[in-house]
């Protein structure tokens, strides 16, 4: 299974996601589910950020 940390970049959980085709990652803190990120998520994000439709 792939995961990501809650203190890993965007990019990170971006470039796992593409790779691996997958549309979702846990996020684990201390062996612990913490939450859950989207690529949707991440994508609206950075639009909203930028101000740049994706």
Request: net charge negative; charged share 35%; glycine share 8%.
């Amino acid at each position: 299974m792939y995961v990501i940390g809650p203190d890993d970049e965007a990019t990170a959980a971006i470039k796992i996601m593409g790779d691996k085709k997958i549309r979702r990652l846990p996020v684990i803190e201390d062996g612990r589910l913490v939450g859950i990120i989207s690529r949707e998520d991440l994508l609206r994000a950075i639009e909203l950020c930028s101000d740049v439709r994706l």
